[in-house]
């Protein structure tokens, strides 16, 4: 039970982060002065953070262990915000968003490892909670920035407010996350996931394109939402941030529940369920026009992805789960890294769409995006039912 929070509270001070600074994006656009194209390349550093990191930090956590890097990469992520909130520059704004992409990139494989060890412990559905805690920080950090935004604060003057408490609570909590399970040098030898490996498995290519279009689909919500509420459908920044509030809020509550429907439809359905709700809710968003319809939009959205990302990496989990319990920690990096291909082409992707039409046009394609999760989800579960059963019939055979 207490590694199972302290992990759900390591998600949401993730989360928090965030839900902190991505509905601030108009006064840090304005604060550098720049319009939707360039910031849209500022957006792209920090994607392109959290991508070298994905790639590397299977194998940190497998040396070090989920908890280590737990510890350095949260710590290293609360020192980054401040530097994002004084940015004056596009080139630093940049600087400071790939220091964010690089330590939360670790730190996202790191959690998600710790959450497969929590789920193996308790042989029950346990990521979604887990993810809930995302969405549970994220929509404080969401509320602080709407506050902040009302009352006129500087992004500096309320991403330093957050950062201090934030690193107080992880350094209060980490001692009870587990570290990652360490296999005798015998297993880890006859379970080589070297990249070739990876790359020749169907499954984790699906689950890897699960991954993609939901993180598209949630980074447009997250980095573009306000933007899309006070340019095209006068919204105030204050007013605008509510739009993530209630995107943070519907996702908290679907993965609350995440764990009991993944018990009694089966990951397939959830995220066929999910994905038909997230394109519905995003399409309606960018084709009414109108702020009331977009809050709703964007809520029906959050419901829709709020299981498609913790059921991915936790089928990856168990697609790389060895005979004695353990494994796992390179299928998660590998579906991250592939999910943050899509925080990395999301936002060129929409700011140029936006460039050279309109933000609404640019959440058009993110809603069609998003509903390519159902086939993909849908030949990932075979794909692993087909691998199970194959690696059955072989230990039989032996």
Known sequence: MARRWAVFLVFALNGLVLGSWAPRTPALSAQVDAGPGAFSLALLAGSVGMLLAATAAGRFVERFGARAAIVVS??????????????????????????????????????????????????????????AG??????????????????????????????????????????????????????????????????????LWLLAAVALCSAIAEGASSDWSALLLVTEQGASQGAAAAAYAGFSLAMALARLAGSWAQARFGPARVLVAGSLAAGAGLLATALAGVAWVSYAGFAVAGAGLAACFPLALGLAGEAGKRADGTGGEREVAFVTAIAYAGFLAGPPLIGGIAALTSLSVSFVAVGLIALVVAPSAFGATRALTAEQASRHTSGALR
């Open 134 to 203: 995302f969405s549970v920080g994220a929509l404080a950090g969401s509320g602080v920035a709407g506050l902040a935004a009302s009352l006129g604060w500087s992004p500096l003057r309320q991403f330093v407010v957050v950062a201090v408490p934030a690193a107080a609570v992880l350094v209060s909590v980490v001692r009870r996350v587990p570290g990652a399970a360490t296999p005798s040098p015998g297993a880890a030898r006859s379970a080589s996931t070297t990249l070739s490996t990876l790359l020749r498995r169907p499954v």
């Open 74 to 131: 949260g710590l290293g992520m609360f020192a980054a915000l401040p530097v994002l909130g004084s940015a004056r520059s596009l080139p630093w704004l940049a600087f400071a968003l790939l220091l964010i992409g690089v330590t939360s990139g670790v730190l996202d494989v790191a959690m998600n490892v710790a959450g497969v060890v929590v789920e193996r412990l308790r042989s029950k559905p346990t990521m979604p909670l887990l993810h």
